[in-house]
């Protein structure tokens, strides 16, 4: 696998983009707008001049490395890829439109994978003919310094597609975990109440925003509170995670929380929109 596709030019399609060049891989990124393209591009100099600034690589590289990416606005573009990383918005209707038409352009060896965090990776595969070829795999933000990737097996997904997913995670310097496709898989699954938790305690007044932050980061450890990871992360994609395992798994305590219903429709969606539980300043 050499050539590479990722769709989807936001925070987690360049950061994407930006390990497979790193790593050597010719990669090319499709996005439906110019200006996020451009963007992305800008944001992976950025990352790798900071990478250059930290010893991770010389400065030589980092010419070598974005003579390795190519963008286009086309999908059809993609179709001598040998792999491909869909990280589109999480929207299950885009996503499956996506999926079917990479099918019918892609080569019949071409794997297909998604970067969602919650979608069924079953049910995006059953949008294709190739659903041995459908697979998650689920990076971290920020990709190029997380190390995690959560490796996704919908009902179909073959054990030929699966290694060659788990290996490619390892060549891109990356530690893959095997998950099977359930609401959430585990990351979400697990993270995702306790933020929904700690939005209840603030709803409830049993403490203030940085007791329970500083609660959880001394008490239990955690490099971040869980309400200023829930505004890193975007209180939108909180609540349509929440949401999904409630659908889902049929639990009320996968409720989202009233509080976090309330921001989201407020617009406060976190750090990208300057307000979320806590203010920031651009």
Do not use: W
Request: proline share 4%; glycine share 8%; with cysteine.
């Amino acid at each position: 696998m050499q050539r590479i596709g990722v769709i989807g030019g936001g925070t987690m399609g360049n950061g994407i983009a930006h390990v497979f060049v790193q790593n050597g891989y010719h990669l090319t990124l499709v996005d439906v707008r110019q200006d996020i393209l451009d963007r992305a591009v800008a944001v992976i100099k950025t990352n790798l001049e900071r990478q250059v600034k930290k010893g991770i690589i010389a400065a030589d590289d980092v010419r070598v490395v974005l003579m390795q990416l190519n963008i286009s606005l086309q999908l059809e573009a993609l179709s001598t890829c040998d792999f491909i990383v869909e990280a589109a918005t999480e929207e299950p209707s885009i996503k499956t439109t996506i999926f079917k038409d990479l099918d019918k352009l892609c080569k019949p060896d071409c794997v297909l994978a998604t970067n969602t965090s919650s979608i069924s990776i079953t049910g995006i595969a059953a949008a294709t003919k190739r659903p041995d070829k459908v697979i998650g795999m689920h990076f971290f933000n920020p990709v190029p310094v997380m190390s995690l990737v959560e490796v996704i097996r919908g009902l179909a997904t073959s054990d030929a597609t699966f290694q060659a997913t788990m290996d490619l995670a390892k060549k891109l310097g990356k530690t893959p975990v095997a998950v099977n496709d359930y609401p959430g898989f585990v990351s979400n699954r697990v993270l995702m109440p306790m933020i929904n938790e700690a939005i209840y305690c603030l709803m409830e007044d049993v403490a203030e925003r940085e007791a329970i932050d500083t609660v959880m980061k001394l008490g239990m450890n955690h490099p971040m509170g869980p309400l200023a990871l829930a505004d890193f992360i975007g209180l939108d994609v909180c609540l349509h995670i929440m949401e999904v395992l409630h659908t889902q798994l049929g639990d009320d305590k996968y409720r989202p929380c009233p509080l976090l219903r309330k921001m989201v429709a407020a617009g406060y969606l976190g750090k990208k929109s300057g307000n979320g539980f806590y203010e920031y300043r651009s």
